[in-house]
T-cell receptor, first 114, second 113 residues
Framework: AQSVTQLGSHVSVSEGALVLLRCNYS??????LFWYVQYPNQGLQLLLK??????LVKGINGFEAEFKKSETSFHLTKPSAHMSDAAEYFC????????????FGRGTQLTVWP | ETGVTQSPTHLIKTRGQQVTLRCSSQ?????VSWYQQALGQGPQFIFQ???????GRGNFPPRFSGLQFPNYSSELNVNALELDDSALYLC????????????FGQGTRLTVV
């Protein structure tokens, strides 16, 4: 079964603290993995993607994620949170030969406290 | 800002009615996917169109249907609306090629009353 699991529907951090958003996936073939961010009343913006090249992927706004096959994980991190990082974050997996068909996790709402 | 535009941005319909949502894909993209995002949930794949043909469908009933036009823009039609159809509907366009990303529009917020 296709699935993406995001552990923790809400994460709260202080400004300047480490951000860690967790994502685990299941797949019978090597996956393509993505992190998207969604601000209120907006669509989805791609933060970063893993497409079987380097396992440590750097994205926009200082975010990065590491693909760990042994743990079937693709956790998103940022060393120092900023107030503007407050948003909903979605981990997603691509299926098959096209990357337009995505399977999303339920999302993690990130709150950043001053 | 992506080149994917959706219309309308908001819509209120009555249960049992029909609705058509529209999406203009980004220039150079021939693949459009539609997603339903219920409140507090992740987007769920409805279907995908590639060069005017349906190229995969998620777990949605037949009253959800779509079209893709020669210019690769797309429509999502929903018949016999139900209250549970209230959601944000997202359109994403891509080239359908490996190692390319899907670009999302801002979405259409549908409320069924």
């Amino acid at each position: 079964a296709q699935s993406v699991t995001q552990l923790g529907s809400h994460v709260s951090v202080s400004e300047g603290a480490l951000v860690l958003l967790r994502c685990n996936y299941s797949s019978s073939v090597p996956p393509y993995l993505f992190w998207y961010v969604q601000y209120p009343n907006q669509g989805l913006q791609l933060l970063l993607k893993y497409t079987s090249a380097a396992t440590l992927v750097k994205g926009i706004n200082g975010f990065e994620a590491e693909f760990k096959k042994s743990e079937t994980s693709f956790h998103l991190t940022k060393p120092s949170a900023h107030m503007s990082d407050a948003a909903e974050y979605f981990c997603a997996k691509a299926e098959g030969s096209t990357l337009g068909r995505l399977y999303f996790g339920r999302g993690t709402q990130l709150t950043v406290w001053p | 800002e992506t080149g994917v535009t959706q219309s309308p941005t908001h819509l209120i319909k009555t249960r049992g009615q029909q609705v058509t949502l529209r999406c203009s894909s980004q220039s150079g993209h021939n693949t459009v996917s539609w997603y339903q995002q219920a409140l507090g949930q992740g987007p769920q794949f409805i279907f995908q169109y590639y060069r005017e043909e349906e190229n995969g469908r998620g777990n949605f009933p037949p009253r959800f249907s779509g079209l893709q036009f020669p210019n690769y823009s797309s429509e999502l039609n929903v018949n016999a609306l139900e209250l549970d159809d209230s959601a944000l509907y997202l359109c994403a366009s891509s080239t359908g090629q490996m190692n390319t990303e899907a670009f999302f529009g801002q979405g259409t917020r549908l409320t069924v009353v």
